[in-house]
């Protein structure tokens, strides 16, 4: 099954794809939730309403475009409008400072911007003329799109950048697809879960380890504009949601509410970004919920996980551990002379294999704008010391 939302619409037309739980009013009191239910086949519909508003403004293959915004239903309908387009959708982080936000658009040189309209002042930022709000774009008068030759993965399906807004790393829709099928590997994620996002859609491990691998199963997606705890657990009460993702501080935040009894009533399992402490994860353990860690980075969103555990003492002890790599992703340590470490070692990780970003937008900028990271002969140097035991299993320095 290829990464396509119009043939998820056309398999389950009605199943839902997304659960807007953002409150309608900006100032609505903790715990309040709005349901919006966005069916696959809505969605589906949305996308292509958005690509034919794009192609009238001009956006045709191996164009990018970028988006500026907190977390929204249209935020995903163009990301597949893009698809459609064989154009390259550039999620942009609203979190980042008038400042930094001038990093990505240095790289990516963007043939459109599409920005919510409250994020007019980091708008005003943006070294770029060509900013149209989502509002303004919904009134553009579509086209047709022209289902000429596709584009060959060349042309990268996805650009996201750091948490400082750079490097910027290219992906492919294959690489794409093996990101997604590593959710339905590693975690069981199936058609039946329902999966509450935590961090915002321009994180490499919202977008591609969450939002897109649970739409690609045929999941349900719990999407708040930004995230609440408190708001997550009324939500994940009242949807039952099944699987939790995240980083440790939104895990543990969830895990403080008082609605967390009823959240974690129908909860099946945690993926919570590794190393995990055991105090973010006993609230869950000690409601029987398994607990997974997982390590990733921007240039590779899932590279390692390990097995679901109650048991406290699961990790041998050692906090560190994010467990072994996953299917598709070879990693490898290597000493301070880049000589390949075998066995049980400690040394720098490397990772490589279809997982991985095809390398940053711009590499000649990248040892300025990241020192620590690099891709060398197919593999990507990440800069992040481990330890691996004898058993395969890899612990963070």
């Known amino acids: 099954m290829t990464l396509s939302l119009a043939r998820r619409a056309d398999h389950f037309p009605d199943r839902t794809a997304v659960i807007d739980i953002s409150e309608r009013r900006l100032y609505a009191p903790a715990e309040t939730i709005h349901e919006d239910r966005v069916s696959y086949r809505e969605l589906s519909t949305v996308a292509e309403r958005i690509a034919e508003r794009l192609a009238a403004r001009g956006i045709a293959a191996g164009d990018t475009v970028c988006l500026v915004t907190r977390n929204r239903v249209a935020a995903l309908a163009l990301c597949f409008a893009c698809r459609r387009l064989d154009a390259t959708f550039a999620p942009i982080s609203h979190l980042l400072t008038p400042a930094t936000v001038e990093r990505p658009f240095d790289v990516l040189d963007p043939d459109l911007v599409v920005a919510e309209a409250a994020q007019r002042d980091l708008v005003r930022s943006i070294p770029f003329d060509r900013v149209v709000t989502l509002e303004a774009l919904a009134e553009t008068e579509g086209e047709p799109i022209d289902r000429g030759e596709r584009l060959t993965d060349a042309t990268p399906a996805l650009a996201l950048h750091g948490e400082t807004g750079r490097p910027v790393a290219g992906y492919s829709a294959a690489a794409i697809e093996r990101n997604c099928i590593t959710g339905v590997v590693a975690w069981g994620l199936a058609a039946n879960d329902v999966v509450p996002l935590t961090m915002p859609l321009s994180a490499a491990d919202s977008l591609v380890r969450v939002a897109l691998s649970v739409l690609y199963v045929g999941g349900t997606l719990l999407l708040d504009r930004a995230f ?76 390692m996980s390990g097995g679901f555990t ?20 070879r990693a490898r340590l290597v000493d301070e002379a880049g000589m390949v470490l ?56």
């Open 342 to 397: 075998e066995r049980a070692a400690e040394g720098q990780l490397q990772l490589s294999g279809p997982l991985l970003a095809d390398g940053y937008v711009d590499s000649s900028d990248t040892e300025a704008v990241d020192d620590r990271g690099r891709f060398v002969d197919d593999w990507f140097h990440t800069g992040d010391r481990f330890h691996r035991a004898g058993d395969g299993t890899y612990h963070l320095q």
């Open 228 to 303: 609440n705890p408190g708001d997550a657990t009324t939500a994940m009460a009242a949807e039952d949601a099944t699987l939790l993702i995240g980083r440790e501080q939104s895990i543990r935040d969830i895990a403080a509410e008082s609605g967390f009894d009823d959240a974690v009533d129908s909860l099946e399992r945690v993926v919570c970004e590794g190393p995990v402490s055991e105090e973010a994860v006993a609230a869950y353990r000690n409601r029987d919920v398994p607990v997974a860690p997982v390590y990733g980075c921007l240039e590779c969103p899932t590279a």
């Open 310 to 329: 109650t048991d406290r003492s699961g990790s041998d002890g050692d906090g560190a551990t994010v467990g072994r790599p996953v299917p598709g992703c």
